[in-house]
């Protein structure tokens, strides 16, 4: 068993230069130096939140011929990826635009940003990795930021009998500087720095700080220096568990709850200490809007709030400061974050009571993903190897999860000859004829709603979990345990409000049922047709036939040696497999002659991997005529020869090696695959 001593490791791993470096603190005049080298120091809240946010990065790419960029910062690296936003750049670049606005002081820092979507949509994520990045970044020297303390060199009965008194709402030290020649101040420190590095001092230090520097400046009649002398600057790091810069606030009884949580109480055992209630020292400054200050406070739920509680967001978002119990107004420096769902969204906009909110208010779209691929990374960072060892997940089973919640968030085509599947894979970034960029960037636009409605990933969640612990024993999780699970807990979903929404959800499922058939089908199809030297000869048999028929020319017949016309017959055969009708096949054949003219030209030669369409078609085409010789449909009947069983051996094996299976879930695609190649056979007979 090992062991380990804990003070060895403490000293090898744990520095104390880094706790000092955290804890540093100075006089006034070392904090002006450190700001005068380092202007940043001095931010406001919104400009911190969006340099936070730049710290980690950006890539860009196109979509729909417009440039996107991803801000690296929401697949948060901070922990890994574990609250990472996949899928919703565009409305992440309008959050970051907020920020961007509100940092250059342009109007939004006078707002309340408010994030809106259906349920489970990333909202409290956004959330969490704002409040997260901000604590991180506060530790770092590019984030650093700093607040004051009020000491003195005996128990003084200005601070309250004591030595020491922290600033109760972390106040920024430049505060300190009177109003009447902080203008004077601000020139001479921003002589020569550029413009967006410029300090600003803006507000006045809370009613406690403000009492007690009134106080030292009357005991030094005024001398400022001399009051100064009393303040110790020291690092501020952020942290929500110690609720130092960060809030949250969440509603709760209205009877149990009332206003002071946001704005402070009056502290009712420091009143015989301090002979008043409207002593600021006998004031706690501990509701969310205070201890926020200086960072960001969340509202959960923000809409379920009481009308009052309202109220103080008004001030809070256009004046910027608060109003705590008989005191005068507060200045505070924060940015107020909250989310809601719809219905409560569409309460506000019809309370024509709430007009100054909504005016006050700038609101973010968080939609469902609809891009599989997004959704997909969703289910995996939970579901997978690593978390899940002991239980095998089949290939497509989240895929299909995925394809099925995706499928229920998307809006009718108007365009009759798409499906709701093909719209989703073009949405996926796949391919179809008479479909472009432009086709696909107006089908998005058309659908207005698309995103805000349908199951949300947590439902989804829900159910994968469901069918590990019902189905974990077997040793392997597939589709149809899955789809089972997903069906089964639609009678009790509470956002299905109708049998029409029932009967809906169903027929999406069986879609994504019917896509898995086809999928699992061409899996099993490649498996049996993976010879390579196959598919080549056939390739080079079609190609012959193409080109003698697009230049009408004859074959020679490798057998007869007689020369004969282009085999129509055979070529249709191929190109049936991927649908292209009578009218189109001269098109595709010269296509296929002129690319591979094109490639000659270069001195390169045609590969049939080259063109996927026209690999699919040689793979569909070897299949069909392997698949009665394999005699596939045999499995099912369980009285297989060892010729065959070695064959099934084989396939079973490329599934495993070529397309993630175990031999469990390889069984079962084999068996189902069988099955339905016997209901075809039945069918035709």
């Given at each position: ?248 606030f969440q509603p709760k009884d209205e009877k149990n709850q009332d206003s002071t949580e946001l704005t402070g109480d009056i502290n009712y055992r420091k009143i015989a200490q301090y002979g008043s209630d409207s002593d600021p020292r006998a004031f706690n400054f501990d509701g969310e809007f205070n201890i926020a200050n200086r960072g960001i406070v969340e509202f959960i739920e923000m809409l379920k709030l009481d009308v009052a509680f309202l109220y103080d967001l008004l001030g809070a978002s256009q004046e910027q400061s608060i109003k705590p119990k008989k005191f005068a107004q507060t200045d505070i420096d924060e940015v107020i974050l909250g989310h809601t769902n719809e219905p409560e969204f569409r309460k506000l906009q019809n309370n024509e009571f709430m007009e100054a909110l909504r005016d006050r208010t700038v609101k973010i779209d968080v939609p469902y993903i609809t891009r599989l691929d997004n959704e997909v990374r969703i289910y995996k960072r939970d579901f997978n190897s690593e978390k899940i060892p002991h239980v095998h997940i089949a290939p497509h089973t989240i895929e299909m999860a995925a394809t099925w919640s995706i499928l229920t968030r998307l809006e009718e085509p108007k365009k009759s000859d798409l ?267």
């Open positions: 068993m090992a062991q380990i001593n804990v003070d060895d490791f403490i000293q090898n791993n744990y520095k104390a230069t880094d706790f000092s470096h955290l804890h540093w603190n100075g006089s006034f005049q070392d904090y002006v130096d450190l700001v005068v080298a380092n202007p940043k120091i001095a931010r406001n809240a919104f400009q911190r939140v969006h340099d936070m946010i730049l710290s980690f990065g950006t890539s860009t790419y196109t979509e729909y011929k417009k440039e996107i960029v991803r801000y690296h910062f929401f697949d948060d690296p901070i922990q890994n990826g574990k609250d990472a936003v996949f899928g919703i750049d565009v409305h992440l670049m309008k959050l970051v635009n907020f920020f961007k606005s509100a940092a250059a002081g342009y109007g939004t820092e006078k707002r309340v940003l408010l994030l809106h979507g259906p349920v489970g949509s990333a909202k409290s994520s956004i959330s969490r990795l704002l409040k997260k990045g901000l604590e991180h970044y506060s530790k770092t020297d590019e984030g650093a930021l700093y607040t004051f303390e009020w000491i003195d060199s005996e128990p003084s009965e200005i601070l309250g009998g004591q030595k020491l008194f922290h600033s109760p709402m972390h106040e920024e030290p430049l505060k300190l500087i009177p109003l009447d020649i902080r203008k004077k101040f601000l020139e001479d420190i921003n002589k020569g720095q550029k413009d967006g590095h410029k300090i600003n001092i803006k507000g006045e230090i809370c009613p406690a700080d403000r009492y007690i520097y009134t106080a030292y400046m009357e005991q030094y009649k005024g001398d400022w220096t001399k009051m100064v002398k009393h303040v110790r600057v020291k690092r501020l790091i952020l942290s929500e568990k110690d609720r130092i810069g960060i809030g949250t499906t709701m599947l093909q719209k989703l894979k073009l949405y996926n970034g796949k391919t179809l004829p008479g479909y472009n960029e432009d086709n696909v960037k107006e089908l998005r636009k058309e659908a207005v709603r698309e995103g805000l409605d349908g199951i949300s990933p947590r439902y989804i969640q829900d159910k994968l979990s469901n069918a590990l612990v019902k189905y974990g024993h077997i040793g392997c999780l597939n589709p149809f345990m899955v789809f089972n699970e997903l069906e089964a807990g639609l009678k009790h979903h509470s956002l299905v409000k109708s049998p029409d929404q029932l009967d809906q959800l169903r027929e999406q499922l069986a879609v994504a049922r019917q896509e898995y058939e086809d999928t699992v089908k061409n899996d099993v199809q490649k498996a049996i047709s993976v010879d390579e030297s196959a598919i080549q000869t056939l390739c080079a048999n079609y190609i012959d036939n193409v080109k003698a028929y697009t230049q009408k020319e004859k074959i020679r017949n490798k057998y007869s040696n007689r020369l004969e016309d282009a085999d129509e017959r055979f070529m249709r055969s191929i190109e049936e497999k991927i649908d292209i009708p009578e009218s189109r096949k001269e098109d595709f054949r010269r296509e296929i002659m002129n690319y591979i003219g094109a490639l000659a030209i270069e001195g390169k030669q045609f590969d049939y991997k080259m063109n996927e369409r026209l690999h699919r078609a040689l793979e569909l085409k070897l299949f069909e005529d392997q698949k009665d010789s394999i005699k596939l449909t045999t499995i099912i009947s369980k009285v297989v020869d060892k010729e065959t069983q070695e064959k099934i051996d084989v396939i079973k094996s490329r599934l495993i090696k070529n397309h993630n299976y175990c031999e469990i879930c390889a069984t079962d695609a084999l068996n189902y695959v069988a099955s339905i190649f016997a209901k075809g056979d039945s069918a035709k007979s």
